[in-house]
């Protein structure tokens, strides 16, 4: 079973308005959560990252917000640009030296 | 040139036939690991080393074996493919400098493997 889920497959937005893309989680010993970004015929990317005693980072264009009580978490991004489009990965860190587990990714498309 | 390389970038192979993928870093990172994608499924963590003499089982390590022959390199190898090891498989490396998940890992292109 997935401890790491991003439910929606694909996200399409027009550019200049805000993308908004979904991550839910299981495991309670989560604490630390990471995107990354991934284009085609390359490796992902580091985007961003969040620590479980916060709620909000903030990095330019792209926030993420986590709400542990709902085991959710979120990475906005405003204004979207075309250069966006890709796929985006979450990824969540256990405790204890536990291993990444990454959702299965959403690839956001950007319509200029 | 590229902070993490992989090769080869795409391979396709037989059932039972002995595969090795390879990946070097020049980042100078002591921690590597090696992921597989698969559709739907996001990354799984194969195998991962954090120094020259660490190895460790991720989470499907099954079918696969691993050598850190060196700080910067570390290869795969699939003793006997079978076709559902066919996949999309990235190599990463991080800095020891910060707690294990914590620390950005740099991912390779990735090598699309697919047997048949």
């Known amino acids: 079973d997935q401890q790491v889920k991003q439910n929606s497959p694909s996200l399409s937005v027009q550019e200049g308005r805000i993308s908004i893309l979904n991550c839910d989680y299981t495991n309670s010993m989560f604490d630390y959560f990471l995107w990354y970004k991934k284009y085609p015929a390359e490796g992902p990317t580091f985007l961003i990252s969040i620590s479980s005693i916060k709620d909000k980072n903030e990095d330019g264009r792209f926030t993420v917000f986590l709400n542990k009580s709902a085991k959710h978490l979120s990475l906005h991004i405003v204004p979207s640009q075309p250069g966006d489009s890709a796929v985006y990965f979450c990824a969540a860190r256990g405790n204890a030296g536990n291993m990444l587990t990454f959702g299965g990714g959403t690839r956001l498309m950007v319509k200029p | 040139d590229a902070d993490v390389t992989q090769t080869p970038r795409n391979r396709i192979t037989k059932t039972g036939k002995r595969i090795m993928l390879e990946c070097s870093q020049t980042k100078g990172h002591d921690r590597m690991y090696w992921y597989r994608q698969d559709p739907g499924l996001g990354l799984r963590l194969i195998y991962y080393?954090?120094?020259?003499?660490?190895?460790n089982k991720g989470e499907i390590s099954d079918g696969y074996s691993v050598s850190r022959q060196a700080q910067a390199k570390f290869s795969l190898s699939l003793e006997s493919a079978i076709p559902n090891q066919t996949a999309l498989y990235f190599c990463?490396?991080?800095?020891?400098?910060?707690?294990?998940?914590?620390?950005?890992?740099?991912f390779g292109p990735g090598t699309r493997l697919t047997v048949l």
């Open positions: 990463a490396t991080s800095d020891a400098g910060r707690p294990y998940g914590t620390d950005t890992q740099y």
């Open positions: 080393s954090f120094d020259v003499k660490d190895i």
